[in-house]
């Protein structure tokens, strides 16, 4: 059984498809959704370039191809412990109006994600944040 309490990373959103394995809607009292929770920089976008690699690539293509977005949470983690840097996440309610900057201020609302949210976790809510698309992954 999943803590609802635990933050939740949310970086495969698709539901359903060969593009991610993760639920949109907010299931945690925190979500945070790096490059709006989808299509992760770094990873390939193209379907038909997933289907190849997973013929010719036999099931370790997964996590380079079709789980990269969805295996991405693993690295951003990490990188939380492992840098000074802050994953510094807005408030948001809709992947729509962060796409389009409409979220792009903290004031003192802001979250960092992962490991650096301990202690100064907000209560509940929706954020978002851009990451660079291979390591470091953190802007700041």
């Not at 293509?61 to 991405?72: I, K, N, P, R, Y």
């Not at 660079?132 to 700041?140: L, T």
């Amino acid at each position: 059984m999943l803590c609802l309490s635990t933050p939740f990373i949310r970086t495969a959103t698709h539901s359903f498809n060969l593009e991610g394995f993760g639920l949109e809607q907010p299931v945690g009292h925190v979500d945070y959704y790096p490059n709006g929770g989808e299509n992760q920089p770094g990873c390939s976008k193209e379907l038909g370039q997933h289907w190849f690699n997973l013929i010719t690539g036999g099931i370790g293509a997964l996590t380079d191809g079709v789980a990269c977005s969805h295996m991405l949470v693993l690295d951003l983690f990490t990188e939380s412990i492992n840098s000074n840097c802050n994953f510094r996440a807005q408030p948001c309610s809709r992947r729509a109006d962060f796409q389009a900057g409409r979220c792009n201020t903290c004031g003192a609302g802001c979250a960092n994600m992962g490991y650096s949210s301990n202690g100064q976790q907000p209560r509940n809510g929706t954020y978002y944040l851009s990451t660079n698309g291979k390591s470091p992954y953190c802007k700041g």
